[in-house]
């Protein structure tokens, strides 16, 4: 029963101050590359710091080009700046904007992709999701103290971003000084591996002939082959198949919601 993150956080948060009373709790998402290592220790530091004061803190990544598969948070004043890491006021939240729009964030230095890093007291978040989101709030409170199963399926489908962050009065963002890539997506592949002459990536097990534009991927050595295709993304694995339009690869998680 997948519930988002939101109620991830929650349930997080509610363990965490059972077992171990308030602090800072740092959340990120798995597929992710972030280097160099100790700037981002350094700014889990600085962002640290932040929460323990009361802020919800965020991560926002510098953008290198107009991305329409990212969602944007628009910095506000200064807050706190420490050598090359600086803190801000959130000033709101876009959501994967058509291309016009990404290329205006762009060019305005203003906006930051939204990294989904946070770093939140647990006291604070926790209040806060009272406050905004008491559904979520009160449903992964009764989870947490019964195990039940029903609890957990009460509990509102909703991310921390629109159920809480942009709401809330403490949102701070911290620019990031790191490195970061969201490998979340079949097309970030291409931004790590270089194309044929045809513009093609091909990886594993895999064959094409008169194929353009196109990502291949194939694990566990299964054979691949693909005539006459263009503008696709395939993978073959031993837990199945996709075959996905390029274009149409950020709404792919529209196939797998039930």
Known sequence: MRRNTAPAICLTALKLLKEHGDGVM???????????????????????????????????????????????????????????IAAFGGAGFTEKPPLAKAKKYYRSRRYLWNSGIFSLGIKTILSEMKKHIPRV????????????????????????????????????????????DDVGSWLALERFFKPDRNGNIMLGNTKGLEINDTIMYTSDNIPLRVYDVKGLIIVACS????????????????????
């Open 26 to 84: 740092h959340v990120m998402p798995a597929d992710h590359l972030i280097s160099p290592k100790k700037n981002f220790i350094a700014a889990l530091r600085f962002g640290g710091k932040l929460a323990q004061s009361g802020y919800l803190v965020t991560y926002g990544i510098v953008p290198t080009r107009p991305e329409t598969g990212y969602g944007y948070v628009k910095l506000g004043k200064q807050i706190i700046s420490n050598r090359n």
């Open 137 to 180: 709030y009160e449903g992964a409170k009764e989870f947490s103290r019964t195990g039940k199963q029903i609890y957990f399926k009460r509990i509102p489908d909703i991310s921390i971003d629109y159920g809480v962050m942009e709401k809330s009065k403490k949102l701070c963002v911290v620019r990031a000084n790191f490195l970061w």
């Open 239 to 258: 837990k199945g198949i996709l075959v996905c339009s390029k274009k149409r690869a950020a709404a792919l998680k529209k196939l797998f919601r039930k």
